[in-house]
């Protein structure tokens, strides 16, 4: 409430956040931060369902001790938050955003430049399995 009192137009930034908490916190802050006028835009990233799942196989144990889990991963990429009260007005790539800019992560340089000798579904996989959104409300 305080946050919303001080500006007309306030853009909400979570990048980071959103990935260590679990689906219905992650419904409840996106329903929470429609309900303000104020809030016109949101920026926050976010895993596929599907990475959140190889992540979890891979470094589940790692996280678990810890004691800092990952548990969201969009089972819709940016159209899971329309539900909430929001509308995707841009979506990009991490990895290729990455790419674009020369500051790749750190898992994606190591195997980055092999990935045009991949199959076209791994490709299309690690184009969408960690993404930004620019969000508006709906």
């Given at each position: 409430d305080?946050?919303?009192?001080?500006g007309?137009?306030?853009?909400i930034?979570?990048?980071?956040?959103l990935?260590?908490l679990p689906e219905?916190?992650?419904r409840?802050l996106?329903?929470?931060l429609?309900?303000?006028?104020?809030?016109?835009h949101w920026?926050?990233?976010?895993?596929?369902?599907?990475?959140l799942?190889w992540?979890?196989?891979?470094?589940?144990?790692?996280?678990?001790k810890g004691?800092?889990?990952i548990?969201?991963g969009s089972?819709r990429?940016?159209a899971?938050?329309?539900?909430?009260?929001w509308?995707?007005i841009?979506?990009?790539?991490?990895?290729?955003e990455?790419?674009?800019?020369?500051?790749m992560?750190?898992?994606?340089?190591?195997?980055?430049?092999?990935?045009?000798?991949?199959?076209?579904?791994?490709?299309k996989?690690?184009?969408?399995?960690?993404?930004l959104?620019l969000?508006t409300?709906?």
């Amino acid at each position: 409430d305080r946050i919303a009192q001080h500006g007309k137009k306030t853009l909400i930034l979570t990048e980071g956040l959103l990935c260590y908490l679990p689906e219905a916190a992650v419904r409840e802050l996106s329903s929470e931060l429609a309900r303000y006028p104020e809030f016109t835009h949101w920026i926050t990233d976010y895993f596929s369902a599907t990475l959140l799942k190889w992540l979890n196989r891979g470094w589940g144990k790692r996280f678990e001790k810890g004691n800092a889990g990952i548990y969201f991963g969009s089972p819709r990429g940016a159209a899971f938050f329309n539900e909430q009260g929001w509308h995707s007005i841009q979506t990009r790539s991490v990895f290729k955003e990455g790419v674009r800019l020369n500051r790749m992560i750190p898992g994606y340089r190591a195997w980055g430049p092999l990935l045009k000798f991949t199959p076209r579904r791994f490709q299309k996989f690690a184009e969408c399995a960690y993404e930004l959104t620019l969000l508006t409300r709906a």
